[in-house]
């Protein structure tokens, strides 16, 4: 009897707490606090300081106030609404992608959204690589390369534990990494000797508006996109869009803000060595690390459910161990020389997607969704995926002409073309929509 019975356990399958293939029941959700201290320790991200720091070379005090309030108001709404999405289906965006594109156009947002995620953890896992060999004065790319790896295996360690594993580092690197903030904000208004001093500070580089709105989004552009990820873990969809605005329009745009005071003032974005310079090696490494760990936590997830989602496997463990071993390669190669191409690009080509989501769920679906396991999924839906491709040829062209703001134009023409093209599709009788079966469960 107790034979038979071990042998059933041992059969049955792994299923992760987490849900990466399923709604996420009301059982499990979780408290504003701990959700926006997930959220905010996912955009307290030092190397987007770096990207405050571009743009504090290219532009004047009061113009980049403006761009950082623009930019991070379109990236704060658009996750915030990718948040409350998520909330009310209990679904990752990947499952979403699903609904709109169908099971084989669901892949492209697996692999876009996965990919770029990875490619963030190769960044910020050279970043940590600096860090502890220039903090502890480690001369040669040996030791470069083993704080990569070891760094790398460690953080990835909690995202396997969760969101609640994610909440616990998040509340210890939060109030350390805004005291960071508020530390790099004197010094550089000690160094420039004055606000006013600082306003006076004539820009060294060029940029456009569009442009520099561009890469405030692509800073988290893919990320943002998967905020519901955790979003799909609040009790209802108010808490979630709360937790995003918190996270993306005040968290990021303060991290932008610092960068950004930065460059302006003392020409780098390079905190590693700007916070050795002053002779506080201990409080960099500690704070530093800290920081990255909250969003190599996030990051690691996000690319674990979409390997769920693109394999069909509902662990989302092997996922992020394997994303975790590229990010690691690509890292020690030196992918961080890509950095502002690959921000111009997510700040392009991802938002579309999320607003093709939001089109189809408000515009089209009405808020309403039946279940996962009442509906059999097309391979395709074409619709949608015309509405994107407009969306991403909105957002490119716009780029390229200095015509608007890129990413704003990719989600806004998403959002609106694909509820036409579906309602067009419909009046033509061309079927685009997956079957429902009879008496099927929605939730909304």
């Known amino acids: 009897m107790s034979k038979s019975k071990s042998t059933a356990q ?6 992760d707490k987490d849900y990466p293939l399923d709604h996420v029941p009301l059982s499990a959700r979780q408290s504003l606090l701990s959700l926006s201290c997930v959220l905010i320790g996912f955009t307290f991200f030092t190397p987007t300081m770096a990207s405050g720091a571009m743009l504090g070379r290219a ?11 623009v930019g991070s108001l379109v990236l704060g709404l658009y996750v915030s609404i990718m948040c409350y999405i998520s909330a009310r289906t209990g679904l990752t965006a990947v499952l979403q992608s699903r609904y709109t594109f169908g ?10 959204l996965g990919a770029t995620q990875v490619f963030w953890y190769g960044i910020t896992a050279e970043y940590m690589g600096d860090l502890f060999a220039k903090g502890l004065g480690l001369n040669g790319s040996g030791w470069k390369i083993f704080f990569i790896v070891f760094w790398g295996v460690v953080m990835g360690i909690t995202a396997i534990y969760g969101v609640k ?8 690197a939060i109030p350390s990494m805004g005291a960071l903030m508020v530390l790099v904000l004197i010094m550089a208004i000690r160094e420039a000797g004055s606000l006013e001093a600082i306003r006076a500070i004539v820009p060294t ?7 520099a ?25 108010k808490h979630a869009f709360v937790a995003g605005l918190l996270g993306f329009l005040i968290g990021n745009g303060v991290m932008i803000f610092s960068g950004m005071m930065g460059g302006l003032v003392f020409g780098t974005g390079d905190l590693i060595e700007l916070m050795l310079s002053i002779g506080i090696t201990f409080w960099a490494i500690l704070i530093l ?16 459910v979409a390997g769920s989602e693109l394999f069909g496997k509902n662990n989302k463990n092997p996922y992020i161990i394997g994303g975790i071993i590229i990010a690691l390669v690509i890292s020690i190669v030196g992918i961080v020389n890509y950095f502002m191409p690959l921000l111009n690009l997510l700040g392009t080509f991802v938002p579309p997607l999320g607003g093709a989501i939001i089109g189809d769920y408000f515009f089209y679906a009405k808020g309403r969704i039946p279940k996962l396991q009442y509906v059999q999924f097309r391979a395709i839906r074409v619709a949608p995926l015309i509405g994107y491709l407009l969306g991403c040829a909105a957002a490119y062209f716009g780029g390229v002409f200095n015509v608007g703001l890129p990413a704003l134009q990719g989600i806004a023409v998403s959002a609106v073309a694909v509820p036409v093209i579906c309602t067009i599709f419909r009046k033509l009788g061309i079927q685009d929509e997956h079957q429902v079966a009879p008496g099927a469960e929605y939730v909304s």
């Open 289 to 304: 690390t800290l920081n990255i760990w909250t969003t190599n936590n996030a990051t690691a997830y996000a690319f674990g």
């Open 165 to 172: 594993a994610m909440s616990i580092v998040s509340y210890v």
């Open 103 to 112: 099971t084989a156009g669901a892949k492209w947002a697996d692999i876009i």
């Open 59 to 69: 532009f004047p005090f009061d113009q980049l106030c403006l761009v950082i309030i």
């Open 10 to 15: 041992t059969s049955e399958p792994v299923v």
């Open 213 to 237: 709105v561009t890469v405030i989004v692509g800073t988290f552009a893919s990320g943002g996109t998967q905020a519901g990820n955790w979003g799909r873990f609040a009790k209802n969809g």
């Open 205 to 211: 580089e060029e940029m456009t508006f569009a442009s």
